[in-house]
């Protein structure tokens, strides 16, 4: 515990909050994106003939399409961002690694974005009549915490690309569909075919998510919940294990040649 | 005189060659074909599925419908970018400071994204009838490649008013990005029109695209022109009064930057 910086994370977390996290794109990320997409679920859902739309899946679904799209845009836009004010080469210069400072915004980011979710649950509360009766809570706070870890990791991930290569900061805007359309961020995954549920398997949010959306429609079966949270928290390591091994060598490779900026 | 007479137009292309290829020049061939199609074709699978859960049975509605919003998000991004990028760059107030007529020089910036987006869109037919089995046995291609263009001209209008929000605001981008996610509800592309409520039907009909897309989605069933005409023509007169509106609102805010000198300021 001793180890852990206090003072850096507040400090970096207040930073990010002011300069990146609270603007207008937020709102539109985290509340509007959000809304629209719940509206089309919906009015899809309308048009199919039923009555009332799966205030699950097509409401607070549409509070995890937020948490993403923050997620992702102000993740990797933190790095864009650094670049574009000159600032990335202190970062990277400095005593504290890019990877602390990463992992600290992305947080700040996974934690502003369940703002989203808080709304869209709200929303699914006060105005569709969403029942808590019957949920299993626990179950749902659990993987809750597991989603968000999952986010986490898949952001810093993500965010050290922007870090390897100003070229992929259009790679990784193309990210946030895909992953939603694999994660089945509004839809249960087995509307997938096969070989898509296949490869979202790949993906730890997807894991968290359907232990979440099934303990929030009543599923109380533990071994079943306790089965995805473990493969979300393997997988999960996999990709901040993945991150330190590639962040590493090219962290090395940018001090050696001094190629930062160019890169 | 001929050569006062052909400036504007030479100006026009000029201007539309500069700042398509200042924008798009130094992205690489995958970031360019990912930007265009990529975004579009994952959000129209995340539509289809989300659809395919709830019982909505047609999913060549959404398929169709995307397809034709890609040329009017290209032309709206366009030309919002292109305006808001001469902010970013720098280079806005030396655009402004000059003599050269400013219709020419802000129209041009929609010609190649108008002819990219129409483009991109004719790929994407391409696609869905490859992936998803699109019927194209009775379409009339006149029609609708007539439709495709119309979409992506009317729909730079908006381009033109979001355009105007860059010269006063930083975030003009931000404001068309939810405004385009509006548009995945209000004109149609996702389920028809009168799925929507009543007051929502009237702004959809007050927007560029709905008729537009509508007219497309007659002409692959392959109406003709007397059935698509009075659609059409709508589309071209709501289209009209978005560009003009667009151009005015340019103009006021340009004088009124000129006069307070606050146009980097703000």
Redesign the interface.
């Known amino acids: 515990m001793k180890d852990i910086r206090w003072g850096l994370i507040k400090q970096q977390m207040l930073v990010q909050l002011h300069v990146r996290t609270l603007n207008?794109?937020s709102l539109?990320l985290f509340v509007?994106?959000p809304a629209?997409?719940t509206?089309?679920?919906m009015?899809?859902?309308?048009?199919?003939?039923?009555a009332m739309?799966?205030l699950v899946?097509?409401v607070i679904g549409g509070g995890i399409m937020g948490m993403w799209s923050g997620l992702v845009f102000s993740s990797t836009y933190d790095i864009t961002g650094d670049r574009l004010y000159g600032t990335l080469e202190l970062i990277v210069g400095s005593p504290t690694s890019l990877t602390t400072i990463e992992a600290i915004r992305t947080l700040t980011n996974v934690l502003a974005g369940v703002s989203s979710l808080g709304l869209a649950f709200l929303a699914a509360l006060a105005i569709f009549g969403y029942s808590l009766k019957g949920i299993n809570f626990w179950g749902a706070i659990v993987s809750l915490l597991l989603l968000l870890f999952a986010m986490w990791c898949i952001g810093i991930f993500l965010a050290n690309f922007l870090a390897w290569s100003r070229?992929s900061g259009?790679?990784v805007?193309?990210i946030?569909?895909?992953i939603?359309?694999l994660c089945?961020?509004?839809?249960?995954i087995r509307?997938?075919p096969g070989w898509l549920q296949i490869l979202s398997g790949a993906i730890p949010i997807r894991w968290a998510l359907q232990a979440m959306n099934e303990s929030l429609l009543g599923n109380h079966d533990w071994s079943f919940l306790v089965i995805h949270w473990a493969i979300t928290i393997g997988i999960s390591l996999v990709f901040i294990a993945i991150t330190r091994c590639l962040q590493d060598k090219v962290h090395d490779s940018i001090r050696v040649s001094g190629e930062l900026s160019s890169i | 005189m001929i050569k006062s007479l052909l400036r504007p137009f030479r100006l026009y292309l000029t201007q539309a060659w500069l700042s398509y290829n200042g924008r798009l020049a130094i992205?690489?061939p995958f970031?360019y074909l990912?930007?265009k199609l990529?975004?579009p074709f994952?959000?129209m699978?995340?539509?289809i599925?989300?659809?395919?859960?709830?019982?909505?049975?047609n999913p060549l509605y959404i398929v169709i419908g995307n397809v034709l919003l890609i040329p009017a998000s290209s032309s709206m991004f366009g030309v919002t970018n292109a305006i808001g990028d001469e902010r970013g760059w720098g280079t806005l107030s030396y655009i402004l400071g000059s003599p050269a007529p400013r219709m020419p020089v802000f129209m041009g910036r929609a010609f190649f994204y108008i002819l990219d987006g129409f483009v991109t869109a004719i790929i994407g037919f391409v696609i869905a009838v490859g992936i998803f089995h699109l019927d194209l046995s009775r379409i009339n291609f006149a029609m609708l490649v007539l439709c495709i263009f119309l979409v992506a001209i009317t729909s730079s209008g908006l381009g033109f008013l979001f355009g105007s929000i860059s010269l006063v605001s930083r975030?003009g981008w931000?404001y068309l990005?939810?405004f385009l996610?509006?548009l995945?509800?209000l004109v149609g592309v996702?389920?028809?029109v009168e799925?929507?409520p009543p007051v929502l039907q009237k702004v959809a009909f007050g927007l560029p695209l709905t008729r537009g897309i509508l007219a497309a989605r007659m002409a692959l069933q392959g109406a003709g022109w007397s059935i698509i005409r009075q659609l059409v023509a709508g589309e071209v007169l709501v289209g009209a009064i978005y560009i003009l509106a667009g151009f005015l609102c340019f103009r006021l805010i340009e004088k009124r930057s000129m006069a307070s000198g606050t146009l980097d300021a703000m």
Do not use: R, W
């Not at chain 1, 089945?184 to 249960?188: A, D, E, I, R, V």
């Not at chain 2, 599925?49 to 049975?57: D, L, P």
């Open positions: 207008l794109l539109g509007i994106q629209v997409f509206a089309v679920g009015l899809l859902s309308h048009a199919a003939g039923n739309p799966d899946y097509t070229l259009g790679f805007d193309y946030e569909m895909p939603a359309f089945g961020f509004m839809y249960p509307v997938l | 992205t690489s970031g990912a930007s990529g975004f994952f959000l699978l995340f539509f599925f989300m659809g395919k859960f709830v019982g909505f049975t975030d931000i990005n939810t996610s509006a995945y509800i996702n389920f028809p799925s929507l």
